[in-house]
């Protein structure tokens, strides 16, 4: 029975043109393919450095103005008067210390239930089970900030009122709370990854071997999935700094320097957001919120950074 497919019908010759010209059209659009795809390797680094450079601008005018260090400077105070025309002042240690107090509470509860939930799903859960884990992390990692700043204000500051004794909801542990419970899903989400990203074979080895759970995951698949973990690690740390209205509602807004965990704190990004409403474009006032943004690119940048060191090193070490 004669076949029915086209190319049966096609004479040799005509098959050999096609495929010629199919052949050229893709010779002729592989440089442009290449140029594209290096131009979009590079558009991250490119995008960084514009932002970068837009808030820079942003904050020249008042960084000539600025004392950097002193009893009434920059980095060494707490007070922060941005709005007064005749005698401002431009402290935020205050708002660097609580940024960072905030995030390490948030990241002392985060990471071990973070970690240990990934450990959980990825290697205890059953089969329905991790489903439905899966989609209850997604879940709340999809909750809106604003959301959690809510819970923060209505339900976990009455209750450190009540059984702390705090004298107000809304303080650096209220902050560190929401910032740890928004924190867990993405670290559970990277960690699990990495974990699951560990070959079978290691686990196989090492039940072989005469290793009980408990000693696969800390003795096999913690080291080997060790960078993985760090990274995830850290993005809770980027996730937890760069917070801004949950933050601005759980952790009272007040510029000081906390003497225990219950005092009321702002960090950088709530001083922007607390403030942007009322600063005049081109004003000293804009200006110094701009070299807070820049100041709060830089501390990110630097995680990050140390982040990557730490991870390529442990490569090279497990390179060797």
């Known amino acids: ?134 989609i209850g992390i997604e879940v709340l990692a999809a909750i809106p900030s604003i959301v959690w700043g809510f819970i923060a204000v209505t339900i976990i500051g009455p209750m450190l009122q009540k059984y702390t004794g705090a004298q107000w909801g809304t303080n650096l542990l209220n902050g560190g709370i929401v910032l740890g419970l928004m924190s867990i899903p993405l670290i559970v989400s990277l960690a699990e990854d990495s974990l699951r990203a560990v070959p079978d074979s290691y686990r196989e080895a090492a039940m072989a071997l005469g290793a009980n759970k408990w000693e696969v995951v800390r003795r096999v698949l913690f080291p080997a999935a060790k960078t993985g973990l760090v990274a995830s690690c850290m993005l809770g740390v980027g996730r937890a700094i760069g917070e801004t209205m949950a933050v601005l509602l759980a952790t009272g807004n007040k510029n000081q320097i906390p003497d225990s965990l219950l005092d009321p704190v702002t960090t950088l990004t709530a001083a922007i957001a607390s403030e942007m409403g009322d600063a005049v474009t081109g004003s000293d006032h804009m200006a110094s919120l701009f070299t807070i943004g820049l100041l709060l690119l830089i501390i990110t940048c630097a995680i990050n950074l140390t982040a990557n060191v730490f991870i390529r090193g442990h490569k090279k070490k497990g390179a060797a």
């Open 1 to 134: 029975m004669p076949s029915s497919h086209p190319s049966s019908n096609t004479p040799p010759a005509a098959r050999k043109g096609w495929r010629a010209a199919v052949a050229g059209i893709a010779d002729s659009i592989e440089k442009p393919v290449e140029v594209l795809i290096r131009v979009c390797g590079w558009s991250s680094i490119f995008l960084v450095a514009a932002i970068f450079l837009f808030v820079l601008l942003g904050a020249m005018p008042v960084l000539p103005k600025i004392e950097w260090f002193g009893e009434h400077a920059f980095f060494t105070s707490t007070e922060w008067h941005a709005k007064d025309d005749h005698n401002p002042s431009y402290g935020v240690l205050g708002m660097i210390v609580g940024n960072f107090a905030v995030a390490a509470v948030a990241m002392l509860i985060a990471i071990p239930l973070g970690l240990a939930a990934a450990v959980y799903i990825s290697e205890f859960a059953g089969s329905t089970t991790k489903e439905w884990l899966k």
